[in-house]
């Protein structure tokens, strides 16, 4: 690991949605586009390239409301972008998360043949997403997005999702959300964890040293400096499942609020167990200048406060002792709902279609979002629970179980149902402010 410098990030060519965290509370949409005409999805390139709000611009002009692009790699050849650079992109994002649906855990009902279409074809060229704090400014960041693309016939639109906060800043099973951002070298963003240094803008941002020394670059240059590599997830969350499942395996209403902070590691209000091990605490929770602020490897090394196994401890262990150094695994990462609240107490399934909209942010796709997927989420290896899965998002298409480390009885939790489905996803490239004119200005 290299030590601590001072890093002068090229903030007004690093589009915003990259180092940000979303606002709070939010609205936010996702657009897919397909590029039918070479010279028209270059044009989008060259307007979008006046749309995308920078990171240097710490108020865009609609406030905290921006837009970001994205290009997937079929985006990348639609647009003519030479075999020679092509081929210096990393071999992940040139497969795509389809082919890597095995490495990931994306097989049962989870799998490529049951995405939602055009999620994962080659149709999926251009990823447009816009975040506000409310849907009139969304409205309005999404208005002045669109003269980018009209009038551009060789451009289509083929898919939208749209987004919004659910009331008390949950996701559809009842957690408080988006409460974990990493600090970045020369980002001037502060990280939501006190106890924990910056990273490398490496980590995140292309062309910068990363926390092994090395620089992730792209060819030509200005295509790769400043541009990082994104995962999308439409990951659909079978709330009455979980809900029955909790009530299932409590002994009462305050048993199963302590087993639902058990399997994520926080109580429902975002107070973390590492800081109140014994009751909820909303105040904690809410309080986003210490919900986040702790470590594990002191306190609590063997999982009796924040079992090894729950969601938020294999996402980021932390200082913990696994195998696999957390800092070089680690990720921004933002979700945002999607889909109508399942009423409280409603433990039947309504039918609709809700959950997260997940945004993985990095520069290294092979040792960030792929190793996390498959070592952290889908194994129990790094911290010897062999070939346990995590109880919320793990591909648990089998008999699954989770373990709760207690004296003097550890509790076991058998046959963990599939609480969440993948829907659907990509990989995705988003180029720097100069990159995106670069790939508007290509001939041939």
């Known amino acids: 690991?290299?030590?601590?410098?001072?890093?002068?990030?090229?903030?007004?060519?690093?589009?915003?949605?990259?180092?940000?965290?979303?606002?709070?509370?939010?609205?936010?949409?996702?657009?897919?586009?397909?590029?039918?005409?070479?010279?028209?999805?270059?044009?989008?390139?060259?307007?979008?390239?006046?749309?995308?709000?920078?990171?240097?611009?710490?108020?865009?002009?609609?406030?905290?409301?921006?837009?970001?692009?994205?290009?997937?790699?079929?985006?990348?050849?639609?647009?003519?972008?030479?075999?020679?650079?092509?081929?210096?992109?990393?071999?992940?994002?040139?497969?795509?998360?389809?082919?890597?649906?095995?490495?990931?855990?994306?097989?049962?009902?989870?799998?490529?043949?049951?995405?939602?279409?055009?999620?994962?074809?080659?149709?999926v060229h251009v990823v447009l997403t816009a975040l506000a704090p409310d849907s009139a400014r969304l409205e309005a960041a999404i208005d002045r997005a669109r003269p980018a693309y009209r009038g551009l016939p060789g451009v289509a639109a083929i898919w939208r999702q749209d987004c919004y906060a659910l009331p008390g800043e949950t996701e559809p099973f009842g957690y408080r959300d988006g409460i974990s951002h990493p600090a970045v070298e020369g980002s001037g963003i502060a990280g939501s964890n006190k106890l924990e240094a910056p990273l490398k803008a490496g980590e995140f941002v292309l062309g910068y040293r990363d926390e092994m020394g090395g620089v992730q670059a792209l060819g030509p240059e200005v295509l790769g400096r400043n541009g990082t590599f994104v995962a999308f997830r439409k990951l659909h969350q079978r709330v009455a499942v979980f809900r029955r499942y909790l009530r299932d395996n409590s002994s009462g209403p305050e048993d199963e609020e302590l087993l639902a902070a058990k399997i994520m590691g926080r109580w429902r209000s975002g107070a973390p167990l590492a800081l109140s091990p014994q009751h909820d605490d909303p105040d904690l929770g809410a309080d986003r200048g210490r919900n986040n602020s702790f470590i594990y490897e002191q306190d609590d090394p063997v999982?009796?406060?924040?079992?090894?196994?729950?969601?938020?401890?294999?996402?980021?262990?932390?200082?913990?002792?696994?195998?696999?150094?957390?800092?070089?695994?680690?990720?921004?990462?933002?979700?945002?709902?999607?889909?109508?609240?399942?009423?409280?107490?409603?433990?039947?399934?309504?039918?609709?279609?809700?959950?997260?909209?997940?945004?993985?942010?990095?520069?290294?796709?092979?040792?960030?979002?792929?190793?996390?997927?498959?070592?952290?989420?889908?194994?129990?290896?790094?911290?010897?629970?062999?070939?346990?899965r995590d109880p919320i998002v793990g591909s648990n298409d089998g008999p699954g179980d989770f373990t709760i480390p207690r004296r003097p009885v550890r509790r076991r939790l058998p046959s963990l149902p599939q609480f969440v489905v993948v829907r659907g996803g990509e990989y995705c490239f988003m180029p720097g402010l100069r990159a995106l004119r670069w790939l508007g200005d290509l001939e041939g």
Request: with cysteine.
């Open 1 to 123: 690991m290299t030590g601590q410098t001072h890093v002068t990030l090229e903030l007004d060519d690093i589009q915003r949605g990259v180092l940000s965290p979303r606002p709070t509370p939010y609205a936010a949409t996702y657009i897919l586009f397909r590029i039918d005409d070479r010279a028209h999805g270059r044009e989008l390139m060259r307007r979008v390239s006046a749309v995308v709000t920078s990171a240097a611009d710490s108020m865009s002009p609609l406030g905290e409301a921006w837009v970001s692009v994205a290009v997937t790699y079929h985006g990348l050849k639609a647009l003519g972008v030479p075999r020679e650079s092509l081929e210096t992109f990393p071999w992940e994002f040139r497969q795509g998360m389809v082919a890597r649906a095995k490495v990931l855990g994306d097989t049962g009902e989870s799998a490529p043949e049951n995405w939602e279409a055009p999620l994962g074809t080659s149709e």
């Open 303 to 388: 999982g009796f406060t924040t079992p090894c196994g729950s969601h938020i401890r294999r996402a980021n262990p932390r200082d913990a002792a696994v195998a696999g150094a957390p800092r070089l695994h680690r990720m921004i990462r933002r979700g945002t709902a999607y889909g109508p609240l399942l009423p409280d107490g409603v433990l039947e399934d309504d039918g609709a279609d809700r959950g997260l909209m997940f945004t993985f942010v990095g520069a290294h796709l092979g040792r960030q979002f792929e190793f996390v997927q498959s070592q952290w989420m889908n194994d129990g290896v790094f911290f010897g629970a062999g070939d346990a």
